[in-house]
């Protein structure tokens, strides 16, 4: 899946869609790096923790209308992060969401079919 904002520039490229307890338990864990195009979305979801991961992520809190509500920027291993209000998290590569022009109030546009 691709992710959007709403004007069109991409924010996640390749983004796994992690819509099933089994894929939001397995997360980002096992995996040595994250590429720069690449992702998770972890739907429901208001947390998230980085506890076995080898490399810091930005977390993307977005709301029910996908309007990002908070990024917490270079989440390093063995931290977590939460964030009221949110109904869903995107992970991205440590930078990505600075890199990508993502700021609180925008609204994310997945490409493909996803319902909440």
Known sequence: MRIELQDGRAIC???????????????LLGRAT???DE????????SVHTAFMRFPIDAVF???ELRVIRIAADLKP????????ARAVLELSSGESERRGVRPGDRVVPVGDLSF
């Not at 490229?13 to 997360?27: K, N, Q, S, W």
């Not at 992702?39 to 208001?46: D, E, K, Y």
């Not at 063995?78 to 209000?85: E, I, S, V």
């Open 13 to 27: 490229e390749r983004c796994i869609d992690a819509a099933r307890p089994l894929a939001r338990l397995r997360g």
């Open 34 to 36: 994250l590429g720069r």
């Open 39 to 46: 992702g998770v979305l972890l739907r429901p979801a208001s």
């Open 62 to 64: 977005l709301d029910r």
């Open 78 to 85: 063995w931290r977590a992060a939460g964030c009221r209000g």
